[in-house]
Nanobody
């Protein structure tokens, strides 16, 4: 089992950058693929990006490709999401989640979730 805590959200102007972090508890962090999802008001939770257990492979949603970069440090039990060139449509609560495979892009494939962190991008 793993517990996840997100941090780093905030308010930023369009074109700016933010770096989100997800810190995990437990000794099995390296056994899980980790993903970031986001949920805007009135919308379903959507996949943003995921990373394999070793960090060697990543998947990005088309909407963030080229702007967001995900990385992980298994020694520190952390994953980071570097978000550049932010747009107002990136505004959402961002969640990190742990699951069995980085190639999964749906919420039902991830078993453990953080509480989320708010990202607001002003125009």
């Amino acid at each position: 089992q793993v517990q996840l805590v997100e941090s780093g959200g905030g308010l930023v102007q369009a074109g700016g950058s933010l770096r989100l972090s997800c810190t995990a508890s437990g000794r099995t962090f390296g056994s899980y693929a980790i993903a970031w999802f986001r949920q805007a008001p009135g919308k379903e939770r959507e996949f943003v990006t995921s990373i394999s257990r070793t960090g060697s492979s990543t998947v990005y949603a088309d909407s963030v490709k080229g702007r967001f970069t995900m990385s992980r440090d298994n020694a520190k039990n952390t994953v980071d999401l570097q978000m550049n060139s932010l747009k107002p449509e990136d505004t959402a609560v961002y969640y990190c989640a742990a699951g069995g495979g980085y190639y999964y892009t749906t919420t039902d494939q991830y078993n453990y979730w953080g509480q989320g962190t708010q990202v607001t991008v002003s125009s």
